[in-house]
């Protein structure tokens, strides 16, 4: 059985990663990159469905992790009747290949310790043809996929299994490094793991260096960049939601989806949360992947992408994979991506939008594109779509969906306004005004006195917390003060808010989700704009206390079970925990917060 999703930890090489379970087994690695095929997939099944275990072979009476300062190196103590011994993972900065660097070093005493390697290719399920190199090493092939295991302990074949017994004295250390390579290439050259523990440390402590942000929760902080560079695909720059496909919403229920891909939902949040940190190499490399993985006719425009720009992401299912604790079905790829999702338009305007503010040097093909996308946004912006959350089904008009087409116009206004560009304007904004009309006479419930999900609707939604983070209206409007209270009264579980109405009843919903933890701390940034700092500091401080030990965090949390659900580590999260924590501290300063960047 998998670790409950909050006992594992992340390491990675910005090209793709892998989860480290407290127990010293990597239970999901999809290399070469975040979008490839899994090798290691015991996450979602069962050990013979790949893993690679490391651990002492003795009873373990105590054990702790940690990341090694501010860096992506997991160190796991593991403490038995015998001795200490620490299990230190990483992958270091991508060189000629993908390494996988284990380090097994004695704390004190001496371990008896085991080693327990089952790689299955095509997501746990193509065993690999397994022999030895002239030097020793252990080669496994399987199809178009290679890797290869170095190590000075002794292995042995055991039921498909590559196993070895060993032993650490204090003070000693033994090194594993797996490599991956293309199967048609020489093998990959082998490196030094302890040059590579330098270079690795040396990466991601320089990296962090680079971080402005002075506030408080900074340790929080600088975990969720580290956690969102690591979600960064370097060569192009596009940024995945998470690095794991199919980890439920919900225990045991069926909407488990693929999230190892771009979503362009994200975009602006992920702009201001990079550059109001200091990170704006990374935040000009998104803005690039987003013109060019957008680039085409505005009619073809997606809600995702893959980490290349790649457009189809046809979902299957798994079927040989039993699901995390048995939620089915396990889907690769995903269909939402032929959506209709009008929301998307603003969020692309408005990056670009925060990017010229922030005087980042964009493509000068970029505000031609913007014309374009908004032409064709005129065209389309009064038809139904399936809204932030991807619902599957008939389309609806959702109020944000609305609220976000009227952005891409304001944006557009502004941006032609301040840097004197030409467009036209003057229509831009008719259909601004017009959009403005209908979302207030048509996504506005007079007897809740609130903004609900769609026209309507008496559903309430926790997406419509963004209207005044966007600008739509001053959170100091009665209609956003009482939208604000009608989801404290309905929408929260256990101190948490809930994406959708749990006053809903659809087959879909059933059986009701965690609560998303982005949309709790959306419910935070909207107090703090309507001036209520201590509730928003509040919310902020519950959610930052279900992370995991290493600050880590997923998509959702239920209350019930006191566990994280959904795909892990989740990129919106962390991204929304990084701009609540500025706009808390930029409160305090009296400074102009990441929420009112784009509320202005």
């Not at 200091?278 to 013109?291: P, R």
């Not at 006479?441 to 006195?449: A, H, L, R, W, Y």
């Not at 926790?462 to 005044?468: E, M, R, W």
Request: charged content about 25%.
């Amino acid at each position: 059985m998998s670790c409950r999703i909050e006992d594992y930890g992340l390491i990675g090489d910005c090209e793709t990663a892998a989860l480290v379970g407290r127990d010293g087994s990597i239970d999901w690695l999809c290399w070469p990159a975040f979008d490839s095929d899994a090798c290691f997939a015991a996450l979602l099944g069962t050990p013979g469905n790949g893993r690679w275990l490391i651990a002492p072979a003795e009873g373990v009476t105590k054990s702790a992790r940690r990341y090694r300062d501010h860096t992506l190196i997991l160190e796991t103590r593991f403490e038995t009747a015998s001795g200490v011994v620490a299990l230190i993972d990483f992958m270091p900065p991508r060189g000629n290949a993908s390494d996988v660097v284990r380090l097994v070093r004695g704390v004190s005493g001496r371990v008896r310790l085991r080693m327990e390697l089952v790689i299955r290719f095509g997501f746990g399920i193509d065993i690999p043809w397994v022999k030895r190199t002239e030097d020793g090493a252990l080669l496994a092939i399987c199809g178009q996929d290679m890797t290869v295991l170095r190590t000075p302990v002794e292995m042995r074949g055991e039921d498909m299994t590559t196993a070895a017994d060993f032993e650490v004295n204090e003070g000693e250390e033994i090194p594993f490094v797996l490599t991956y390579g293309p199967s048609h290439l020489p093998l990959p050259e082998p490196i030094d793991p302890a040059h590579a523990l330098q270079d690795t440390e040396e990466f991601w402590t320089e990296w962090c260096s680079r971080c402005t942000y002075v506030g408080d929760s900074r340790d929080l902080v600088m975990r969720s960049l580290i956690t969102l560079k690591a979600l960064t695909y370097a060569p192009t720059g596009g940024i995945v939601a998470a690095p794991t496909t199919s980890l439920p919403e919900k225990l045991g229920g069926a909407r488990n989806w693929d999230y190892r891909f771009c979503w362009l939902r994200d975009a602006t949040f992920t702009l201001l949360a990079l550059m109001n940190s200091g990170y704006t190499e990374e935040a000009s490399a998104w803005h690039n992947w987003l013109l060019r993985a957008v680039a085409g006719a505005p009619a073809n425009m997606q809600i995702m992408y893959g980490i290349m720009g790649k457009r189809r992401l046809l979902e299957w299912e798994a079927g040989w994979l039993p699901g995390y604790e048995g939620a089915q079905p396990v889907r690769i790829g995903n269909a939402a991506h032929a959506q209709l999702q009008l929301d998307v338009y603003g969020e692309l305007i408005d990056a670009f939008h925060q990017s010229r503010m922030a005087e980042l040097k964009l493509d000068d093909g970029s505000w031609a594109l913007e014309c374009t996308v908004l032409d064709h946004l005129a065209e389309v912006w009064d038809q139904p779509d399936h809204g932030i959350w991807e619902r599957r089904g008939d389309g609806r008009h959702y109020v944000l969906s609305k609220v976000m087409t009227w952005v891409a116009f304001d944006r557009g206004i502004k941006s032609a306004e301040k840097f004197g560009f030409e467009a036209p304007v003057d229509r831009w904004r008719m259909l601004r005004d017009a959009i403005c009309r209908e979302v207030c006479e048509k996504g506005f419930d007079s007897v809740q006195n609130a903004f609900v999900e769609s026209y309507g609707s008496q559903l309430l939604d926790a997406s419509i917390l963004l209207l005044p983070a966007v600008g739509f209206l001053p959170a100091s409007d009665p209609r956003v003060r009482g939208t604000i209270a009608a989801i404290e009264k309905y929408m929260m579980r256990d101190g948490f808010v809930l994406r959708h109405d749990p006053r809903e009843v659809s087959g879909e919903q059933q059986p009701i989700e965690g609560a998303f933890l982005a949309c709790s701390l959306w419910l935070a940034d909207a107090l703090v704009l309507a001036g209520e700092t201590a509730k928003a500091q509040a919310l902020f401080d519950r959610v930052v206390a279900v992370a995991n030990d290493l600050g880590l965090l997923a998509e959702e949390f239920d209350s019930g079970e006191g566990r994280q659900t959904g795909n892990f580590p989740q990129a919106l999260t962390h991204i929304a925990l990084i701009n609540t924590a500025h706009n808390l501290s930029d409160a305090k300063k009296a400074a102009e917060k990441p929420v009112m960047q784009r509320s202005k």
